[in-house]
């Protein structure tokens, strides 16, 4: 008997690697998301004209405001960080709607040999 007998999930997305593997981040871009629901109103930012560019930009502001020390945004409070990666999952998500086939899931093994290096 193998692990596909009775489930036939080989080879399919481990959802629970993202959504188990780091609750605290998910968290964080949901605050992130929320406080966007709550100034405009849930979904706007795909009717933002030249969104690609413009969330790349406020990305960018982001980071530049880490790379200066700052945690917080001034204004939501939340994190720049998780700021930073909501405007950048706006961009990735816009440029797969408009290039599905851009995403190619991985289709070879990752190489394995660093598993067995010390430390």
């Known amino acids: 008997m193998n692990s596909q007998q009775f489930k036939a999930d080989g080879g399919k997305s481990d959802p629970t690697l993202l959504e188990c593997g780091m609750p605290r981040a998910l968290e964080a ?8 629901q709550i100034k405009y109103e849930a979904h706007s930012w795909v009717k933002v004209p030249n969104a690609g560019q ?8 982001h980071r530049r405001a880490r790379d200066k020390g700052e945690t917080h945004d001034k204004e939501s409070f939340i994190l720049h960080l998780a700021h930073e990666i909501v405007c950048n999952l706006f961009v990735l998500e816009l440029m797969l ?22 430390v």
């Open 29 to 36: 871009v949901n605050d992130t998301l929320d406080y966007g």
């Open 54 to 61: 413009r969330y790349d930009a406020a990305a960018r502001r």
């Open 97 to 118: 709607r408009a290039n599905p086939d851009l995403r190619q899931p991985f289709n070879t093994q990752p190489p394995q040999e660093h598993k067995n290096d010390p």
